[in-house]
């Protein structure tokens, strides 16, 4: 097995204010692994040294996110790998669940397409999704690695109804984000996410060819941007502080702010859909299905800043740039006995 020791500093221009608790997107195509054992052996250091580490998810043999403390202007990153290391458990210090402790739910896509119960992983660890008459191939992503593909007639993702899924309703805030290709813009109205009965949503108005953030019918209601673009991947994002009546919208690395008097909608039963909606009794019946393609979904209960937006979309729409160059560290993979014990205390075994 190959091992490494490489380090890179971000550039400065990609992260407009320091940033607490970022989960930054890092291509492990480009350190040169080529081995998915390679990839599980990663470990994630601020310093050369490898004396402070941080969280990372595996998530592909070419995609991890990494959990950076305060991510600077002049932040650097060490990734260490030998290809020998286990994975950390999810639940551990370093391992998947504390890259996304900050979010209700996280949707890599990377699965095959499939219609198994909870197929489709949350990387919060709380809310998996289920495909319902699922049949699209799994198409490559915006991120390295692959996206759920949608028909536009009846297959949709959908995860349970939770406490954690209503936590934004709750909250009343609420930060919701998506890579999103569209297979056509005159397919009519569609949802491409919805937490049943518009409690938080992204919808595309085929009228006026503008997809918009819906927390409710009518106060925290937002356009993101206007596009009839179904050809490249679309980034939309979009943050509601109901106590401030703010809200932030980012398409495609632009971002606008409103002021919307309201509040999200009131909690309920409702699942929380990747390619439809549900309405009627119950919030039964799926409707206003989206054909196309979704990648990397994320939603928080909280509202961010429009420098965490620009920072977010910078890092996933040119992760080559945000990073630059990776070059030795020197050090090789392993990091010494020492602290290959050190790291084994909370690795899954």
């Known amino acids: 097995m190959a091992a490494g020791f490489k380090k890179a500093t971000v550039r400065s221009g990609d992260v407009p204010a320091t940033q607490t608790n970022f989960p930054s997107y890092v291509d492990l195509d480009r350190l040169g692994i080529t081995t998915l054992a390679e990839a599980q052996s990663v470990r994630v250091y601020a310093d050369s040294g490898k004396t402070t580490e941080w969280a990372r998810e595996i998530v592909s043999v070419t995609e991890m996110h990494v959990k950076v403390p305060s991510l600077t202007s002049t932040v650097e990153i060490f990734v260490d790998w030998d290809g020998v290391r286990s994975d950390y458990g999810v639940t551990t210090t370093y391992g998947r669940n504390n890259v996304w402790s900050d979010y209700v739910a996280v949707y890599h896509l990377d699965e ?3 219609n198994t119960t909870d197929g489709y992983a949350d990387s919060t660890g709380t809310n998996p999704g289920t495909g319902v008459s ?16 949608f028909n536009g007639s009846n297959d949709y993702i959908a995860a349970a109804n939770s406490t954690s899924l209503n936590a934004p309703n709750t ?7 998506t890579w999103l290709k569209s297979d056509s813009v005159s397919q009519g109205t569609f949802y491409a996410l919805a937490k049943a009965s518009d409690q938080y949503a992204f919808i595309f108005d085929f009228v006026a060819n503008t997809y918009e953030f819906w927390g409710d019918s009518a106060g925290a209601r937002f356009n993101i941007g206007t596009s009839t673009d179904v050809t490249n991947w679309l980034y939309l994002s979009a943050s509601f502080n109901g106590a401030t009546d703010a809200a932030l919208a980012n398409f495609n690395g632009t971002s606008n702010s409103y002021t919307r008097t309201g509040s999200l909608a009131a909690t309920n039963t409702g699942e929380f859909l990747m390619g439809a909606t549900k309405s009627g009794a119950g919030l039964n019946t799926p409707t206003q299905f989206f054909g196309g393609s979704l990648d990397e979904v994320r939603v928080r209960s909280d509202a961010v800043s429009a420098a965490w937006m620009t920072t977010e979309y910078n890092n996933q729409n040119a992760e080559s740039t945000f990073w630059g160059t990776w070059t030795d560290a020197g050090g090789g993979g392993g990091g010494g006995a020492a602290q290959a014990a050190r790291r084994g205390a909370v690795m899954m075994m």
């Open 171 to 177: 909250n009343n805030a609420v930060t919701i984000s």
């Open 134 to 149: 699922m049949s699209e191939s799994s198409v490559s992503g915006k991120l390295n690695g692959k996206s759920a593909s």
């Open 112 to 114: 095959d397409v499939n």
